[in-house]
């Protein structure tokens, strides 16, 4: 079929009577959209049927249906092949072109506005145009537009509604978001929070509301704001839970609820309850102990020296112009700003590929000077069905596996280790497929996994658990929190050395066999940086400190309290006493305070964001924080004045 698909293009070009090798920059418009779309044409072709050692010519009459109709038939195998680009018809308006040219506000369109398509600028906004803007820009067009009076007596009650929603979006600190922003851009919290403007909107009454974490990727700055939102929901008359760690939010709080006193088997107690100045000056939990001060994340005394400094060129992308950035090598590094000011786009989107570009081409030229590997550790998940797990991301099913598959019952069967493998037909449940659990499509409503009744969320037929290492089949050890698992494999190193890791990253209290659709973005993020600490070690052959490396994580604190961020920080700093270079983007005070270097984006989020406006250590931001106008400074100098207050009072 590839071969006669090849001889049907090449007749296409030879009925323009062009080359096959001719550029496609040089194709004329003609040859281009009948590659792409097709032909209407019928074309004659030669091709040569194979079948064992004999062949034969044919020659037939067929039409080119076009690339695109080729990969359409394709469906999702063509995905790698495919990207969103601006409609050419609507330019990115969504609507007919007719619809685009009825405008609102004659001289009143914001600088910058859209233009309509083909380039024309009537007087006014078209919808297209006027969704482009802004949530700040919109509430300033709108509740400045200028109409006559029959049209603003028409028009109130719908711009009254619409500045309503405007503000709400606006309070919660999404200013800077544009209103055709695609849902699938959005982050967990940006969408969270939109939600939450929703319901502000509705003006309900006597309803309850759950928030899980509202302040995922939001400064402290705008935290301030979305406290003041919340109070306005309370306010109403509603009833408010709000699960979270922000030391803010829970000061903000009527009522705190701290469970405990650890993590998974050594959690699930109330541990503490009562009003924010109560738990902090009675309880003994670990949350009352950070509320009142009396335990504090510990400030480094010193800020190391960047061994050399990475420069790439200037940055313009997003809201970002000409941003020009000096990164240290050999340093932990925390990029921050505000809300929309552009920290993932110069980070992940930006300066990662540069530094992956760059170790590329000094690996071909057998060069040094450079690090040699990037590793980016994200909050995407590590797999979306239950058949990925901790124990095969972080690589120990493979050990695991074989010492089962050396065990007196598996050697008297002649089991292989292939046999005790959840993802091979031999010894999985075959109802499940060694999922653990079947998903039951619920048609209206979302899809649910339920354990499976057959195995009993053991993922493995009967047979092959009768195999025991040390008294446990392989469903007990999956079973196993990875904190009573890694004793266990105390002596083997090529297990022990990886469960160790995770133990390291606050991640003991999870399950080896967990499936990795439960796991929180927070947790996914630590298991790939447990996975990277755990990397076999070098041969005796390659002499020399590891193989330095740069990591790029993305808000890694998300979901984790105080405990957790300590054991993470002292992670992050191992790996630059190490010798690798740390750039991390965070809001998390502590984790900003901990820092060797300081990048603070801003002033605002949006278009009014993008700028480099302060960097150097913790203290120089909090110093120069008025001349600034950095809002992490300003974070920074605050906290430190609360310390000194305390530090007075504990002292007095």
Request: hydrophobic share 40%.
């Amino acid at each position: 079929r590839g071969q006669r698909k090849r001889t049907l293009a090449k007749a296409v070009f030879k009925h323009f009577g062009a080359k096959w090798t001719t550029p496609v920059c040089e194709w004329p418009p003609a040859l281009r959209r009948a590659v792409l779309y097709g032909l209407d044409a019928d074309l004659s072709v030669k091709w040569t049927s194979r079948f064992g050692q004999s062949r034969t010519r044919i020659e037939e009459t067929r039409r080119w249906p076009g690339m695109i109709a080729i990969i359409n038939a394709w469906n999702s195998r063509a995905s790698w092949l495919r990207r969103e680009t601006t409609c050419p018809d609507c330019e990115g308006g969504r609507l007919r072109r007719i619809h685009l040219f009825v405008t609102i506000g004659a001289g009143q369109q914001p600088t910058g506005a859209p233009l309509t398509p083909s380039g024309a600028q009537p007087p006014g906004m078209s919808i297209a145009a006027t969704c482009a803007l802004t949530v700040s820009a919109a509430r300033t067009f709108w509740s400045s537009l200028s109409l006559e009076p029959t049209e603003a007596t028409i028009a109130k009650q719908a711009i009254d509604a619409l500045l309503a929603r405007l503000a709400f979006l606006d309070d919660v600190g999404l200013g800077y978001l544009s209103l055709d922003r695609a849902a699938h851009t959005l982050s967990g919290g940006e969408a969270q929070r939109i939600r939450l403007a929703t319901q502000l909107g509705a003006r309900l009454t006597g309803t309850i509301y759950v928030l899980d974490e509202p302040t995922i990727g939001l400064h402290p700055r705008d935290t301030a704001r979305l406290l003041k939102t919340l109070a306005g929901l309370r306010d109403l008359g509603n009833t408010l839970v709000v699960v979270e760690h922000d030391p803010d939010v829970m000061w903000a709080a009527d009522h705190i609820i701290d469970m405990g006193p650890a993590a998974g088997e050594h959690g699930g107690l109330i541990v503490g309850s009562g009003a924010p100045a109560t738990l902090a000056a009675t309880g003994t939990s670990a949350t009352a102990d950070f509320l009142a001060g009396r335990r504090r994340i510990a400030v480094p005394q010193s800020r190391r020296q960047p061994t050399a400094w990475f420069e790439p060129p200037p940055i313009t992308r997003n809201n970002l112009h000409q941003v020009q950035v000096r990164l240290p090598r050999g340093c932990m590094t925390v990029i921050t700003g505000v809300s929309g000011s552009g920290k993932s786009t110069l980070l992940m989107d930006e300066l990662g590929p540069w530094l992956e570009a760059k170790i590329t081409a000094q690996r071909k030229a057998r060069r040094r000077g450079l690090p040699q590997r990037l590793v980016v550790v994200d909050q995407r998940p590590i797999g979306r069905t239950p058949r990925s797990c901790p124990a095969t991301y972080g690589d120990v099913m493979d050990p695991i596996r074989k010492l089962f598959s050396q065990t007196a019952v598996a050697r008297e069967q002649g089991w292989k280790p292939g046999m005790f493998s959840f993802n091979a037909k031999a010894g999985r449940c075959p109802h499940c497929e060694g999922r653990g659990a079947v998903l039951v499509e619920m048609h209206f409503l979302s899809d649910v996994w339920v354990s499976c009744e057959h195995c009993g969320g053991r993922r493995y037929q009967d047979q092959v658990l009768t195999a025991r290492w040390k008294g446990l089949s392989i469903a007990d050890v999956l079973d196993l929190p990875i904190e009573q698992a890694a004793p266990l494999f105390a002596n083997q190193r090529s297990v022990s050395r990886r469960l160790a890791a995770m133990v390291d990253v606050g991640l003991g209290y999870v399950r080896l066999g967990q499936p990795a659709s439960t796991l929180s973005g927070g947790e996914s993020q630590r298991l790939k940086l447990a996975r990277e600490l755990a990397a076999p070690p070098r041969t005796r052959r390659e002499k020399g400190p590891p193989a330095e490396t740069v990591f790029l994580l993305d808000e890694p604190t998300t979901g984790l309290h105080w405990t957790d961020v300590e054991r993470l920080l002292e992670v992050l700093h191992r790996l630059v006493d190490h010798g690798h270079t740390v750039l991390v983007i965070e809001h998390h005070v502590d984790v900003i305070r901990s820092a060797d270097h300081v990048i603070d984006l801003g002033p605002e989020g949006g278009a009014q964001g993008g700028q480099v406006i302060a960097t150097g250590t913790p203290e120089e931001l909090a110093e120069t924080a008025d001349a600034t106008g950095s809002w992490t400074g300003r974070a920074l100098a605050d906290r430190a004045l609360a310390d000194r207050a305390l530090a007075s009072r504990v002292g007095g």
